[in-house]
T-cell receptor, first 113, second 109 residues
Framework: DGGITQSPKYLFRKEGQNVTLSCEQN?????MYWYRQDPGQGLRLIYY???????QKGDIAEGYSVSREKKESFPLTVTSAQKNPTAFYLC????????????FGQGTRLTVV | QQQVKQSPQSLIVQKGGISIINCAYE??????FPWYQQFPGKGPALLIA?????SEKKEGRFTISFNKSAKQFSLHIMDSQPGDSATYFC????????FGTGTRLTIIP
């Protein structure tokens, strides 16, 4: 089945630890995105990438890092510099850019204690 | 930061009624306006989308109305059903999407 796979579904980490969230797609999409979802705030863009080895900051990139070494993969690292990392993280992909349908993964709920 | 303002925050509609959710945007360069539906614990899924060269698009029970001069667009769900109970997000953009804050829709019998 084609789609976007995020893993794990739930993730717990201690404060001060870096954590990496996985996102893999087999849709042959060029563009990939990371969003953060908090109650009452909708989806906010963290980073996006339109081509391998290139990515752009979104609206809330501070405390996060990404890499795009392969077309299929776009992992997100939540660093210890992120002040409030507990949230629901969503990965998405689209053919070229967001001006076409974006397909979302099932999300990773990160809890930092 | 370009904003997309969405209202209402929550909405309760009786089964068979019409659900209406509104959004307003600021950036006139936006050229793609999708609506996403999200169920609890799941990722959003595209419901319907419109481009600014048309004023209305209908797909089944779902209709987008688009007013370019007012920079507003809305989602209408006709004959609302309990299975439509979900959170709905509008979005706008081009190279990247800006999302509204979401509307939690509840359809009651």
């Amino acid at each position: 089945d084609g789609g976007i796979t995020q893993s794990p579904k739930y993730l717990f980490r201690k404060e001060g630890q870096n954590v990496t969230l996985s996102c893999e797609q087999n849709l042959n999409h060029d563009a990939m995105y990371w969003y953060r979802q908090d109650p009452g705030q909708g989806l906010r863009l963290i980073y996006y990438s339109q081509i391998v080895n290139d990515f752009q900051k979104g609206d809330i990139a501070e405390g996060y890092s990404v890499s795009r070494e392969k077309k299929e993969s776009f992992p997100l690292t939540v660093t210890s510099a992120q002040k409030n990392p507990t949230a629901f993280y969503l990965c998405a992909s689209s053919i070229l850019h967001a001006n076409t349908e974006a397909f979302f993964g099932q999300g990773t709920r990160l809890t930092v204690v | 930061q370009q904003q997309v303002k969405q209202s209402p925050q929550s909405l309760i509609v009786q089964k068979g009624g019409i659900s209406i959710i509104n959004c307003a945007y600021e950036n006139t360069a936006f050229d793609y306006f999708p609506w996403y539906q999200q169920f609890p614990g799941k990722g959003p899924a595209l419901l319907i989308a419109i481009r600014p060269d048309v004023s209305e698009k209908k797909e089944g029970r779902f209709t987008i109305s688009f007013n370019k001069s007012a920079k507003q667009f809305s989602l209408h769900i006709m004959d609302s059903q309990p299975g439509d109970s979900a959170t709905y997000f509008c979005a706008a953009g081009g190279e990247k999407l800006t999302f509204g804050t979401g509307t939690r829709l509840t359809i009651i019998p």
